[in-house]
C-alpha cells in the first residue's frame, strides 16, 4: 500500500451520491498528487437477468441500454468538467458489465490504491440480494476503500449548490 | 435510491380483492396515487402505462411473482407497491400458472440506473423460494414488510 496514494478511482452510478464521492476525490487527487480515475458501469449484468427473467422485454432492455449509456455520457461528461474546474486531469471510462466485478478487475488492472464510493447502506437487512453494488465493493474491493458521506462544503467548493 | 429505501408499508395491500390481471394493476396503483394524493387522470396514466408494458409482454414469472413496473413522468422519486392475492391471478405467465405476488414498481423516466437496481433486487428476491413461500404466508402488510428487513 502506497500512502499518499498515486491512482485513486471513483465509481459513478448516477447517484448524487456518486458525484459526492467525485467531488472529494477530486480534491483528495489534488492535494496528494494522484491519478484521478473515474469509471461509470453500465449494469448489462442486470439488464440480461431481467430480460433471462421476462421481467423486460427485448426492445425494453435495449431503451434501457441506451438510456444507461447516455446517463454514463453525462456524468462522464461532468466528471472531466468538475476535474477540469480544478486543473486536475482525470482519467474516464464507461464499461458495460455486472459492476462490482468490472470495479474489481480494473483496480487490479490499472493498480489502483485507493477505491472512493458514494454512502454505503445503513444494514437495515440481512438478506445477500438486497446488498448494493457500493456494500459489495466495500467488502471486496482489494485496496482501501474511502466511503464519502454527504456534504454540502464539498459541493460549496465546486460552486454546484 | 435502493429497494429497501423505495419500500413504504402503506403501499402494501394483502390481500387484494381483485381477480383478473388489468383490476390487480388498477387496484395497486388506486393505493398509490391515495397515498401521493395524486388526481384521477394521473392515476389512470400511470395505469395505461403499466398496461401498455404488460401487452408487450407479461412480467409474471413461474413462480407466482410478477413485476409490472414503467417509468412515468413527472415522478419524484422511485415508488414499489406490494400486493398479494389469495387466489392465484391469470397475469400471462409462459407455463400458464396464476400469480399471487405483484411488485409494482414505478421509477422517474431520467434515472433508468435506479430503476433497473431496484427491479434487479426483486428479481434476486424473488428467485430464493424460502422468500416466496414466506411472502404468500404473510397475512398482514406488516408481514410483508418485516420480511425485507429481517
Redesign the interface.
Known amino acids: 500500500m502506497k500512502v499518499p496514494y498515486s491512482r485513486i478511482l471513483v465509481y459513478l452510478?448516477?447517484?448524487e451520491g456518486s458525484i459526492n464521492a467525485l467531488m472529494y476525490s477530486i480534491l483528495l487527487a489534488k492535494s496528494t498528487g494522484a491519478q484521478l480515475h473515474a469509471v461509470y458501469v453500465v449494469?448489462t449484468k442486470?439488464?440480461g437477468?431481467?430480460v433471462r427473467?421476462?421481467?423486460?422485454?427485448d426492445?425494453?432492455k435495449a431503451e434501457?441500454q441506451a438510456?444507461?449509456r447516455k446517463?454514463a455520457s453525462r456524468h462522464i461528461r461532468h466528471a472531466e468538467r468538475l476535474a477540469s474546474s480544478k486543473d486536475l486531469d482525470i482519467v474516464t471510462e464507461v464499461i458495460d458489465g455486472s459492476p462490482h466485478h468490472v470495479i474489481l478487475d480494473y483496480i487490479k488492472a490499472h493498480s489502483i490504491d485507493l477505491l472512493a464510493l458514494g454512502p454505503v447502506?445503513v444494514i437495515?437487512?440481512?438478506?445477500d440480494?438486497?446488498t448494493?453494488?457500493n456494500d459489495r465493493m466495500l467488502r471486496t474491493a482489494p485496496c482501501p476503500v474511502i466511503v464519502v458521506r454527504e456534504s454540502d462544503d464539498i459541493w460549496e467548493e465546486f460552486g454546484e449548490v | 435510491m435502493?429497494?429497501?429505501?423505495a419500500l413504504d408499508k402503506n403501499l402494501i395491500r394483502v390481500p387484494l380483492s381483485s381477480a383478473d390481471g388489468n383490476g390487480v394493476i388498477e387496484e395497486l396503483v388506486s393505493l398509490f396515487a391515495k397515498e401521493r394524493n395524486l388526481s384521477p387522470e394521473e392515476e389512470n396514466r400511470i395505469a395505461d402505462s403499466i398496461k401498455e408494458?404488460e401487452a408487450?409482454?407479461?412480467?409474471?414469472?413461474e413462480n407466482g411473482i410478477a413485476?409490472p413496473?414503467a417509468r412515468i413522468e413527472g415522478l419524484d422519486k422511485s415508488a414499489v407497491v406490494i400486493g398479494i392475492s389469495r387466489l392465484p391471478v391469470a397475469f400471462g405467465a409462459?407455463d400458464g400458472s396464476g400469480t399471487k405476488v405483484f411488485f409494482l414498481v414505478l421509477a422517474p423516466k431520467d434515472?433508468?440506473?435506479?430503476?433497473?437496481?431496484i427491479?434487479?433486487?426483486i428479481?434476486?428476491?424473488?428467485?430464493?423460494q424460502l422468500?416466496v413461500r414466506m411472502l404468500l404466508s404473510s397475512k398482514t402488510k406488516d408481514d410483508v414488510y418485516q420480511l425485507?428487513?429481517?
Do not use: W
Open positions: 452510478d448516477g447517484s449494469n442486470a439488464l437477468d431481467l427473467s421476462h421481467i423486460f422485454v426492445q425494453e434501457y438510456d444507461l446517463d447502506n437495515r437487512s440481512r438478506r440480494e438486497l448494493s453494488e | 435502493t429497494l429497501l429505501e408494458r408487450l409482454g407479461s412480467t409474471a414469472m413485476i413496473h409462459a434515472n433508468p440506473s435506479e430503476h433497473v437496481q427491479l434487479s433486487s428479481a434476486k428476491a424473488a428467485s430464493s422468500f425485507f428487513f429481517e
